[in-house]
C-alpha cells in the first residue's frame, strides 16, 4: 500500500534555529537572542547569532529541498524580525526576506506551510510581562495581520503557535528554555490562557487578511500511550490516559487540545488545577475554540501502558527496558507506533484531519573520509515511523501529511549545536551543507509516494 495520493512530504525548521543574522537589517532581539547570551543556558554557551545562515543562504536551502523532492516545507517567521519592538512600526527588510523566501519556494514547486510563533518571542514584549500580559492577545492578532496582508495572497496553510506546553513548562515553569521564568502554578495557568486566547485572535486575523481559502492549525505536542496489547481493555485504558488531566503539570494534551477544538477545558483538568485556575472571562472560551482545519501535529516518543483492574492506565516500569534505541537528546526514546496512535485517538475525539509537522531522529553525525554522511539509524528511524503512518492511512485514519524535522542541523535550543536532527549536515564553521545518506533515502521515498517504506 502506498500514502494517499494527496500526501504531503515536508521538512520543517524555525527562525531562531537557522536563520542567524541575529542583529542584520533591522531584526530586533528575541527572548532566545537573550536567554543563549546567559551564562551555563546552553552547551557550551551556543547561541542563534550565526546558526545556519539560513538569512544570507536561503536559496542554497531551497534548492536542497527541491532536489529532495518536498512538496511542503514548514518554516517560521520571526516575531522580531518583522517587528523589531513587537508591536508598532514594521521592518521592511524582515519583511523582504519572507518574501524572498516564499516566492524561492514557490518556484520550486514547494508550498509554504507557515507558523507565525516558535518560541522567539521579542524581547520588548517580554519586558512588558511576555504570555504573562493579557494584552498580548492583541500583540499577536497585529503580528497574525500583518504577516496575512503581506503573504496571505501566496500562503495558504497556517500554524499560529508552536507547542504550547513546552512553552509555558521549559519557559516559565521549569526555566530550561527562555525566557528561564520559574514560577508558581497558577501563573503558568495564567500565561496558558493567554497563549490559547492569543491563538485565536491569530486565527481571526489570518482568516481577516488573507486571501483565498486558507487552512490553519496550532501545533500541539505530547507524549504517546502505547497499548501493551491491541485488546479493547488495554486501548480504551491508552486513550483515556492520553487525554486525561489528573496530574499537576501542563504537559496535558488535553488542556491544550480540547479549548482550541471543543471549546471548553476538560472537566478532570478544571478539577485537578481548580485552586490555581485562571480567570475566564465571558468570550473566552469562544476565541479560543476558532475553527481550525486540520491537527498540527509534532510527535517523537510515547510509553507503553496497560489497563489496571480498575480499567484506568498503569505505566509499564522502565517503560521499553534497558537498551531500547534512543537518540542522542535525553528525551528521544524510539517508539515507531507513535504517530499511529496519535492519529487514531486525535482523530476519533477531534474529528479532523491530522498532519505530522514534525518527527525526527537526533544522532552524532559527521562527515566520514570519503565525503559523504552516514546514518542509517536515521534510516531506520524514519522507514519505522512512516511504516506506522502508512498503516494509520490503510486503517482510515485521515493523515494528510508528514514533517521530516529537520531539514539542516541546526541550533537545538539549550542543546545548542550538540545534537543533529538534519538531512543535510552543517559545518557550522565554514556553513557547508552535505547531504546525509537519510536524505537520498528520503528522496527516493517521496518520488515513490513510499513505496520503499
Known amino acids: 500500500m502506498l500514502f494517499p495520493k494527496n500526501f504531503t512530504w515536508g521538512v520543517a525548521t524555525a527562525?531562531?534555529?537557522?536563520?542567524?543574522?541575529?542583529?542584520?537589517?533591522?531584526?530586533?532581539?528575541?527572548?532566545?537572542?537573550?536567554?543563549?547570551?546567559?551564562?551555563?543556558?546552553?552547551?557550551?554557551g551556543h547561541t542563534g547569532d550565526v546558526a545556519c545562515d539560513h538569512y544570507h543562504r536561503y536559496r542554497e536551502d531551497v534548492a536542497l529541498m527541491r532536489k529532495l523532492g518536498v512538496n511542503g516545507y514548514r518554516f517560521s517567521l520571526s516575531w522580531s524580525r518583522l517587528?523589531?519592538?513587537?508591536?508598532?512600526?514594521?521592518?521592511?527588510?524582515?519583511?523582504?526576506?519572507?518574501?524572498?523566501?516564499?516566492?524561492?519556494?514557490?518556484?520550486?514547486?514547494?508550498?509554504?506551510?507557515?507558523?507565525?510563533?516558535?518560541?522567539?518571542?521579542?524581547?520588548?514584549?517580554?519586558?512588558?510581562g511576555g504570555w504573562l500580559n493579557r494584552d498580548i492577545v492583541e500583540w499577536f492578532g497585529e503580528y497574525a495581520a500583518l504577516a496575512a496582508s503581506r503573504y496571505g495572497d501566496r500562503v495558504k496553510?497556517?500554524?499560529?503557535?508552536?507547542?504550547?506546553?513546552?512553552?509555558?513548562?521549559?519557559?516559565y515553569k521549569d526555566g530550561t528554555f527562555a525566557p528561564g521564568l520559574k514560577l508558581p502554578f497558577a501563573e503558568c495557568l495564567h500565561a496558558a490562557h493567554n497563549l490559547l486566547l492569543a491563538h485565536g485572535r491569530g486565527v481571526q486575523a489570518l482568516r481577516a487578511g488573507c486571501q483565498g481559502k486558507i487552512k490553519v492549525s496550532i501545533a500541539q505536542t505530547g507524549r504517546e500511550r502505547i497499548p501493551v496489547t491491541e485488546g479493547a481493555r488495554d486501548i480504551e485504558a491508552a486513550?483515556?490516559?492520553?487525554?486525561?488531566?489528573?496530574?499537576?503539570?501542563?504537559?496535558?494534551?488535553?488542556?491544550?487540545?480540547?479549548?482550541?477544538?471543543?471549546?471548553?477545558?476538560?472537566?478532570?483538568?478544571?478539577a485537578t488545577f481548580a485552586d490555581a485556575l485562571p480567570r475566564i472571562k465571558t468570550g473566552d472560551m469562544k476565541l479560543i475554540s476558532q475553527k481550525i482545519d486540520f491537527l498540527a501535529y509534532n510527535c517523537y516518543s510515547?510509553?507503553?501502558?496497560?489497563?489496571?483492574?480498575?480499567?484506568?492506565?498503569?505505566?509499564?516500569?522502565?517503560e521499553w527496558g534497558a537498551g531500547n534505541p534512543?537518540?542522542?537528546?535525553?528525551?528521544?526514546?524510539?517508539?515507531?507506533?507513535?504517530?499511529?496512535?496519535?492519529?487514531?485517538?486525535?482523530?476519533?475525539?477531534?474529528?479532523?484531519?491530522?498532519?505530522?509537522?514534525?518527527?525526527?531522529?537526533?544522532?552524532?553525525?559527521?562527515?566520514?573520509?570519503?565525503?559523504?554522511?552516514?546514518?542509517?539509524?536515521r534510516i531506520d528511524f524514519m522507514t519505522r515511523y512512516l511504516r506506522e503512518i502508512r498503516r494509520a492511512c490503510e486503517e482510515g485514519y485521515p493523515v494528510n501529511g508528514y514533517f521530516y524535522w529537520s531539514l539542516l542541523d541546526n541550533f537545538e535550543w539549550a542543546a545548542g549545536y550538540r545534537e543533529r536532527f538534519g538531512l543535510v549536515h552543517v559545518d557550522y564553521n565554514t556553513q557547508r551543507r552535505t547531504p546525509k545518506d537519510s536524505f537520498a533515502w528520503y528522496r527516493d521515498a517521496i518520488r515513490s509516494n513510499g513505496a520503499n517504506i
Not at 503557535?161 to 509555558?168: A, D, L, R, S, V
Open 15 to 44: 527562525a531562531y534555529q537557522i536563520e542567524g543574522a541575529a542583529s542584520v537589517d533591522g531584526r530586533g532581539a528575541s527572548i532566545w537572542d537573550d536567554f543563549s547570551h546567559q551564562p551555563k543556558k546552553t552547551f557550551e
Open 83 to 128: 517587528i523589531p519592538e513587537g508591536t508598532g512600526k514594521p521592518n521592511p527588510k524582515g519583511l523582504a526576506f519572507y518574501d524572498r523566501l516564499i516566492n524561492a519556494l514557490l518556484a520550486a514547486g514547494i508550498t509554504p506551510w507557515v507558523t507565525l510563533y516558535h518560541w522567539d518571542l521579542p524581547s520588548a514584549l517580554q519586558r512588558r
Open 157 to 171: 496553510h497556517w500554524m499560529t503557535i508552536n507547542e504550547p506546553p513546552c512553552i509555558i513548562n521549559t519557559g
Open 239 to 270: 486513550r483515556a490516559d492520553y487525554f486525561a488531566c489528573n496530574e499537576r503539570a501542563l504537559w496535558n494534551l488535553g488542556w491544550w487540545a480540547d479549548p482550541v477544538v471543543l471549546g471548553k477545558y476538560p472537566e478532570d483538568g478544571l
Open 302 to 318: 510515547g510509553w507503553p501502558v496497560r489497563a489496571g483492574a480498575n480499567g484506568k492506565a498503569e505505566k509499564i516500569p522502565g
Open 326 to 377: 534512543r537518540g542522542t537528546i535525553s528525551w528521544l526514546s524510539v517508539v515507531p507506533q507513535a504517530p499511529y496512535w496519535a492519529a487514531r485517538f486525535q482523530t476519533g475525539r477531534y474529528k479532523l484531519p491530522i498532519a505530522f509537522t514534525e518527527n525526527g531522529y537526533c544522532n552524532t553525525d559527521f562527515v566520514h573520509l570519503d565525503g559523504g554522511v552516514r546514518d542509517p539509524q
